[in-house]
């Protein structure tokens, strides 16, 4: 299975609104890292959180960081169409590899 | 500005034919990462290297290969291509691990390739 699993899978909000997705991992990890994806495009690096810290800012993007429950949050904060994508998070698995989840798809709608 | 390229955005081959995908990074870049994306299943390890001519096996190795013979250029093989390796292929480069673990990772636009 993943190590990283975000929810929910789809996410449609009206341009203005925040929006929040949230990932959960399974084993410790050294940092978590979140990527957006434009639709049929490559992805693009967000912002890394380390694991000894529980919130960063990028922006509009807030990360926090949980290792106790083991879970990840993004805000993107007055979102804007141009945020519609997809968004991953990905922590470090077995040996020297990121290891991704299936992502959150993001609708902004005007 | 790190560019990761690839070498096609879409690609259409036969069922058997042997089949390279390439990628290429301008950043000096030890790692370098090949991926395939499928719907509802993200994105998938196939290899990675993290230096010239050594390669590692991620998560879904079969009926793939690679080569890494210079630092900028990873290229994915695929011996005889199946219907099921449809997909969207996605190639990586990034710095090797950091004290933090492993740092960001730079993608190309992807390969979408069709097996018929």
């Known amino acids: 299975s993943q190590q990283g699993e975000e929810d929910p899978q789809a996410l449609s909000i009206q341009e203005g609104e925040n929006a929040t997705m949230n990932c959960s991992y399974k084993?410790?990890?050294?940092?978590l890292q979140w990527y957006r994806q434009n639709s049929g495009r490559g992805l693009v690096h967000l912002i890394l959180?380390?694991?000894?810290?529980r919130e960063k800012h990028s922006g509009r993007l807030r990360v926090t960081l949980d290792t106790s429950k083991k879970s990840s949050s993004l805000l993107i904060t007055a979102s804007r169409a141009a945020d519609t994508a997809s968004y991953f998070c990905?922590?470090?698995?077995?040996?020297?590899?990121?290891?991704f989840g299936t992502g959150t798809q993001l609708k902004v709608e005007l | 500005d790190v560019k990761v390229t690839q070498s096609s955005r879409y690609l259409v081959k036969r069922t058997g034919e042997k089949v390279f995908l390439e990628c290429v990074q301008d950043m000096d870049h030890e790692n370098m990462f090949w991926y395939r994306q499928d719907p509802g299943l993200g994105l998938r390890l196939i290899y990675f290297?993290?230096?010239?001519?050594?390669?590692e096996k991620g998560d879904i190795p079969e009926g793939y290969s690679v080569s890494r013979e210079k630092k900028e250029r990873f290229s994915l093989i695929l011996e005889s291509a199946s219907t099921n390796q449809t997909s969207m292929y996605l190639c990586a480069s990034s710095t090797p691990l950091g004290t933090s673990g492993l740092n960001e990772q730079f993608f190309g636009p992807g390969t979408r390739l069709t097996v018929l």
């Open positions: 290297s993290y230096d010239v001519k050594m390669k």
């Open positions: 990905a922590t470090k698995g077995g040996g020297n590899k990121l290891t």
């Open positions: 084993t410790s990890i050294n940092n």
């Open positions: 959180i380390r694991s000894n810290e």
